[in-house]
């Protein structure tokens, strides 16, 4: 392992570095791993962004986007960058599973394994940690890292700031949910200060929407939606069908689940999506209800308390059931 003196070192001389986040990557693994890339550069260090997937339009106006590489767009060449890699940084995951075909390349890798991350139980791969699981979003610890690890508060520039900002925004639900501490509000105050533009970035992600995400948002909630009263728990419930019908990009679906939690008697809600060979669930809670806990135990997944997913291999319907079987066990919680 690397201590703090030695991940120095290392960085004091330009090196080939690889920056990777978990596939699908959200606003915080974008944000995160945009920021990051925006840091190092500015020490001349040669260094690569690259995505397991593609990610949503709504997040390709950051910094330092044109330069990203998705790996099963872009194979080969993102297997020689990995290899040839002297570190690779692995932002907002914590188990290598979470990059897909890449996983297995990066564990291969002879680079150092820099882990920046706030999810539980962290696979032991990393030769230097960063982690905290009561950050709100991957982007803080990257702050912390360059300010409070590597002393470089200086080097926060507004294309870092922006990035981070975007993704403490995204990951904290624009500072709503409980993780978002005082000490959060400092962070985006030092990156306000450093030129994030707060007002424009949140209108760039959240009033982006095309007219068919829209219509697909209102099939949701007036025909996949279905309240449970006696578990305090709302499901909405997507086929393959709908997505095809209302012709759904990645990213079209972010959010749809908080829409079945806004409703005031609930405090456990699902969004249940069939994808090509899987069937995927997003779940978000109120209160300390563990939604990680679920999705762990029955949906080979994970996260944070409140926000947290899984997936399975069986129909949509099966998993629909499965998860409406589940709910009895947790009856007190839901209805306390």
Not at 14 to 21: L, N
Not at 264 to 288: N, P, T
Request: net charge negative; proline share 3%; hydrophobic share 40%.
């Amino acid at each position: 392992m690397l201590d703090t003196a030695a991940l120095k070192d290392l960085l004091a001389h330009p090196k080939k570095i690889v920056i990777t986040t978990h596939h699908k990557p959200d606003g915080d693994a974008m944000g995160s791993s945009l920021g990051l890339y925006n840091y190092l550069i500015q020490q001349g260090h040669h260094t690569t962004v690259i995505t397991p997937t593609d990610y949503p339009d709504f997040l390709s106006w950051m910094p330092g986007n044109p330069e990203v590489i998705i790996y099963n767009e872009k194979t080969e060449q993102a297997d020689v960058l990995i290899e040839d890699a002297d570190i690779v940084f692995c932002l907002d995951f914590n188990n290598l599973s979470r990059i897909n075909e890449m996983g297995e390349k990066v564990r291969k890798s002879k680079s150092y394994k820099i882990m920046i991350d706030h999810h539980l139980e962290p696979e032991d791969f990393d030769d230097f940690r960063h982690w905290d699981i009561n950050a709100c979003a991957a982007a803080q610890l990257v702050y912390s890292f360059i300010v409070d690890v590597l002393d470089n508060k200086k080097l926060i520039n507004k294309d870092v700031a922006t990035c981070l900002y975007t993704g403490i925004m995204t990951d904290s639900g624009s500072f709503r949910l409980p993780n978002t501490t005082s000490a959060v509000h400092r962070v985006v105050a030092d990156l306000i200060d450093a030129g994030a533009v707060n007002y424009r970035i949140h209108e760039l992600v959240y009033n982006s929407a095309s007219e068919n995400r829209l219509r697909f948002l209102g099939h949701c909630l007036l025909n996949c939606l279905e309240v449970l009263p006696e578990f305090n728990t709302a499901i909405i419930v997507v086929s393959k069908q709908d997505l095809e019908k209302y012709h759904v990009n990645t990213g079209d679906t972010e959010g749809v689940v908080n829409y079945a939690l806004s409703m005031a008697s609930i405090r456990l809600a699902a969004f249940i999506v069939e994808r090509k060979d899987q069937v995927k669930l997003s779940l978000r809670s109120k209160g300390d209800f563990p939604a990680n806990e679920i999705c762990k135990l029955y949906f080979s997944g994970g996260g944070h308390r409140n926000a947290a997913g899984g997936q399975s291999t069986a129909s949509l319907q099966d998993v629909v059931n499965q998860f409406k079987t589940i709910l009895p066990e947790y009856k007190k919680l839901l209805i306390q």
